[in-house]
């Protein structure tokens, strides 16, 4: 019989025969086996890991803390032999107010160790001993406990081990809700330190901490690397950051039901597209573990027996994906785990399917048949994404049908890991390592810039020496053999000025250089060279009143913009960057580069810059009208009219024209989308942010790292990875779209088929319904032809190769042309002639054109117009 969850066997004496007995007996062992086999089948998701250490410390408790999980923390009068600390204090509180926020990585469960805190007065260590070299889980607690004596939300202070940084200047100003963090560490020895060191005159605080080891499995040395693309090793000598464990398709997972009693969140709040998912599930025992694979300890199987899978699979769009975005922090690369496991295929090799991470390919074709050699078999593979390649402070994770033949078109996602790694400084926070100080992620690189520009600025001068020599030995006076020295000869041309190596200019341009650590290798020793005036740190602080956030008008991926207003009293847009940003470094460089050689009224004018005390600031003019973005949706400004939005489409596309064709070589801006397009207060259009930019010979291409933004990207670049003009010339097509429509690029929470606006209206263009999606605030006003005129230009910028896409000076003509048929038909009252076009009178190519019925002819010469527009043959091309 079976009772409280235990076999239990009672056998009653009986005259039973000895061989009757052995059968019986044997039946009995028998029985028993086979239960024990079936119980060992059924719980081999949920075999619990035995860590050689595991210190759980309920920081500033009087008792010991059993939580629900089963898990037990230890008091600190039980700890205290692994604190070293020299004054703390212990404080606690009775209840903790219902209302408190608990963050989905915190199991409910956890919330009895927020009710005491140990806090520290000086720098303290804990020391724990670690039986075994490897991986340990290192989670701690912290909330402010609201305590008269103790302003626990004004506490700031750093938490690291002997080599890593875990928080930097750390404070928890939210009184309302628990933080937590998690973190995978490397011990080497048999002693793991963990110190708490508070900021002069502040303190530090703990509530609760878990130093556990973890198993040696969990985190293998080498990952697939996304950009590059290609093998990544070394992930033994980074520690981690847990950010986000997700069970996708399913419901929160707690401590308990976890072999190393991690939490899992739902997914919920991540997928960008729910309306185009749909969630599946299978019973957890049913989950197979493969030899040699995943196991138990790399996610449980209630991770692998959800997932989620495509909505109607049979009817979706070619190009839908699945899509889930986690923020995160920038300048750190990421190690991204995701967990599969096919739960919708009936038999092998049915799936097949496309994984993308920030738009970049990570797996083409996964097929999880090949991989497991069976369904319901759990897998799960490593990304790591370079800091270079995260924009928008946010990693995007798709899954989609792969482009084959053969299997199903759908594509699943079961479980979803993110880890940021420890960067330059050994430090999971900033920028500065254990002993306090700062290190650049391009110390070395400045370093090296720094003797490259003395060695350049030395040859110059040898040179300039050496041309000085020649010109007076070719000028040399009769009898200078004779004179009592020969370098007399060598004195200056003309000796009433004074020569280039004692000017004033030249003397502060080289001490200037000299004094000031420069960040990107540019100095104002450059500044002469055309790169723009150079601005101190001083003069920027002054603008912007110390960089009040209260100046703060725009934030981008490198950093935040202020505006500013100089001692002269000039406006100015002050862009920031980020400290520490690789990526930043090259996007300074790039902007400085190309804003100095370049001058056109419709883009934006780099003013100066400054690389002072680590800095990287670029000056422009300031846009008081701001992005043409915010005009066309999210904001409460006034709408612009049709004709307003032309004239800013023709001045855009005169900029990118000027791009692609006004420099020796062919500028490709990379980044075209209406945040980067600025209206002056005339409403004047410029374009701005060259930090993608590319400089390629005329008519040619450039292989490179595919960069840009989501729903601007061109396609063809995407996949090829060859950049040209023409990738432009398509982000200024999808431009074209959301002027006329008004509405975001990329909308994940629309129905499947109008997520994509520029695919959207290209569709309803083809069904003769555009004019539906049309922005109803200016539909009425536009001319019919002047519309026409627009979608044509927009449908052959989105054509799908480069190559049958026009250039911008075509699609520029289109535009002016669409503006002087709205003109016109703003200046003639002919109602019935409103479709009829207008033919510039300028354009070499088209004598003759017909729309609908009516047709305009011109002679040759071009001096004999129609009645109907004799009012406007005066007008020029824009």
């Known amino acids: 019989m079976i009772m409280g969850g235990e076999t239990k066997w009672v056998l009653k004496s009986q005259p ?177 330190s963990l110190k708490f060191k508070p900021k002069k005159k502040s303190s530090a605080f703990v509530n609760a901490i878990e130093v556990v080891s973890a198993p040696d499995p969990l985190i293998s040395d080498a990952a697939t690397s996304v950009s590059p693309a290609g093998e990544y090793t070394g992930l033994s000598s980074s520690a981690l950051q847990v950010y986000y464990r997700v069970n996708v398709g399913g419901p929160g997972i707690n401590p308990d039901n976890d072999t190393l009693s991690r939490t899992w969140e739902s997914d919920k709040k991540y997928n960008a597209f729910p309306d185009g998912s749909q969630n599946v599930s299978v019973t957890p025992n049913s989950i197979k573990f493969p030899d040699g694979g995943a196991t138990a300890v790399i996610a449980p199987n209630w991770i692998y027996s959800t997932a989620e899978q495509m909505k109607d699979p049979l009817t979706m769009e070619p190009n839908f994906n699945l899509s889930w975005v986690l923020n995160v922090e920038e300048s750190y690369s990421y190690l991204i785990r ?186 104002s020793l450059y500044s002469s060279a ?36 100089l001692e002269d009293g000039t406006k100015v847009a002050i862009k920031r960057g980020n400290p520490g940003s690789e990526q930043g470094i090259n996007e300074f460089r790039t902007e400085i580069d190309m804003l100095s050689k370049l001058r056109h009224r419709h883009l934006v004018s780099l003013m100066g810059f400054c690389d002072e005390q680590s800095e990287m600031i670029l000056v422009y003019e300031y846009m008081a009208n701001g992005p043409l973005r915010d005009h066309l949706y999210g904001s409460n400004l006034a709408s612009l009219s049709w004709k307003q939005r032309l004239e800013i489409c023709i001045g855009s596309a005169r900029g990118l024209h000027y791009l692609h064709t006004g420099a020796a070589q062919s500028i490709i801006h990379r980044d075209v989308k209406t945040t980067n397009i600025l209206l002056d207060e005339n409403f004047v259009a410029k374009v701005s942010d060259f930090g993608l930019s590319k400089a390629v010979p005329e008519n040619t291409h450039v292989s490179t790292a595919v960069k840009g933004s989501f729903g601007y990207l061109d396609p063809e670049y995407f996949r090829s990875q060859q950049l040209t003009e023409k990738s432009d010339v398509y982000s200024f097509g999808v431009v074209l779209i959301e002027v006329l429509c008004a509405r975001t690029v990329i909308s994940p929470t629309l129905p499947r088929e109008q997520v994509n606006l520029a695919e959207w209206a290209m569709q309803n263009h083809r069904k003769g319904t555009l004019g539906k999606i049309i922005d109803p605030r200016i539909a009425s006003s536009i001319n019919p032809g002047s519309l026409k005129k627009i979608v044509e230009a927009a449908e052959k910028c989105l054509a799908d190769h480069g190559g049958d896409r026009p250039g911008m000076g075509d699609v520029l003509w289109n535009l002016e042309y669409a503006l002087q048929l709205q003109e016109a038909a703003s200046q003639i009252d002919h109602p019935e002639d409103k479709s009829t076009n207008f033919i510039p009178l300028d354009h070499p190519n088209e004598d003759d054109h017909k729309i609908g019925d009516s047709s305009v002819t011109y002679s040759s010469d071009k001096s004999e117009v129609t009645d109907l527009f004799s009012q406007i043959a005066k007008l020029q091309g824009r």
């Open 530 to 565: 055309g790169l723009g005036r150079f601005f101190t740190f001083n003069e920027l602080q002054n603008a912007t009143n110390f960089f009040d956030e209260k100046a703060i008008i725009g934030v981008g991926g490198f950093g935040k913009v202020y505006i500013g207003t």
């Open 16 to 192: 039973f025969s000895s061989s009757i007995s052995l059968i019986l007996i044997a039946l009995l062992l028998s029985s028993f086996a086979n239960l024990v086999v079936s119980k060992d089948t059924n719980s081999s998701s949920t075999e619990k890991f035995s860590p050689p250490a595991n210190f759980l410390i309920d920081c500033g408790s009087k008792q010991q803390s059993r939580l629900d999980d089963g898990r037990i923390f230890k008091s600190d009068r039980e700890s205290s032999s692994l604190l070293a600390t020299s004054e703390d204090v212990q404080v606690s509180v009775d209840t903790i107010s219902n209302s408190t926020i608990v963050p989905p990585s915190l199991s409910p469960s956890s919330l009895p160790l927020f009710r005491s805190a140990r806090v520290f007065l000086e720098e303290s260590t804990y020391t724990f001993y670690i039986p075994k070299s490897g991986r340990i889980w290192v989670r701690l607690y912290f909330f402010p406990l609201p305590r008269q004596s103790y302003n626990l939300t004004d506490a700031v202070f750093c938490v690291h081990t002997d080599q890593i940084v875990l928080l930097h200047d750390f404070s928890v100003s939210n009184n309302t809700a628990f933080v937590f963090k998690e973190y995978l560490v490397n011990v080497a020895g048999n002693r793991f």
């Open 338 to 523: 995701l967990h599969f496991c096919d739960i919708v295929s009936k038999s092998l090799n049915e799936l097949y399917f496309n994984v993308y991470i920030n738009g970049m390919i990570g797996v083409s074709s996964l097929d999880l048949s090949t991989q497991t050699k069976g369904l319901a078999t759990a897998f799960y593979k490593d990304f790591v994404l370079n800091a270079s390649a995260i924009t928008n402070s946010s990693i995007m994770v798709q899954v989609g049908p792969a482009n084959l033949q053969q299997g199903t078109k759908n594509a699943i996602l079961n479980g979803l890991e993110v880890m940021k790694m420890s960067n330059i400084a050994n430090s999971l926070d900033g920028f500065v390592n254990v002993e306090g100080k700062p290190i650049r992620p391009s110390e070395r690189a400045k370093v090296m810039k720094i003797i490259a520009a003395i060695g350049l600025a030395m040859a110059v001068t040898a040179m300039l020496l050496l041309a000085t020599v020649c010109i007076r030995w070719q000028k040399r006076p009769e009898g200078w053999e004779n004179r009592k020295s020969f370098s007399s000869w060598l004195l200056p041309l003309h000796a009433n000025h004074s020569s280039f190596l004692s000017s004033k200019s030249s003397s502060r341009k080289s001490s200037v250089f000299g004094s000031r650590k420069s960040k990107s290798g540019y100095s």
